[in-house]
C-alpha cells in the first residue's frame, strides 16, 4: 500500500512505517497547524510522536500514538513510554492500542 491512498484533503499525513509491513500508524493533521515529526532513539518501533504547535507558539502538544501488539516485549514498551514521559513530561498526550488486557489503570 502506498501512503497517498491514504490521504484526506486539507491535512497532512505521518505514518510510522505503513508501507514495509502492511500495518502501522497513521496520524492526520490539519495542514493549518505547524507540525513535526519527533524522533526518539529507543529500542520500540510501532509509534509515531509528533509535535504541534499551538495558538501561542511557546507551547507545544506531544502527541504519542502507540501500538502493543499481545507478542511485544513490555519491558520495551515500558522504557519508551518512561522515556519520552520525562523527555517532553509538559504538554504530553498518549493514545493507542496497548493490549493490555488485565492492566489496572487505577494504580498505573
Known amino acids: 500500500m502506498e501512503l ?28 493549518d497547524l505547524p507540525c513535526k515529526l519527533l524522533n526518539v532513539n529507543v529500542d520500540f518501533s510501532e509509534f509515531l510522536l509528533i509535535e504541534i504547535e499551538t495558538l501561542h507558539a511557546c507551547n507545544k502538544m ?15 514498551l515500558y522504557e519508551f513510554i518512561n522515556s519520552i514521559s520525562r523527555d517532553y513530561k ?12 488485565n492492566i489496572d489503570w487505577k494504580i498505573w
Do not use: H, M
Open 90 to 101: 509538559n504538554n504530553l498526550l498518549l493514545v493507542g492500542n496497548f493490549n493490555w488486557p
Open 4 to 31: 497517498s491512498e491514504f490521504s484526506i484533503p486539507g491535512y497532512d499525513i505521518y505514518s510510522n512505517n505503513l508501507s514495509c509491513n502492511q500495518r502501522g500508524i497513521i496520524v492526520y493533521v490539519s495542514k
Open 62 to 76: 506531544i502527541i504519542g500514538v502507540i501500538y502493543s501488539s499481545k507478542t511485544d516485549n513490555d519491558l520495551k
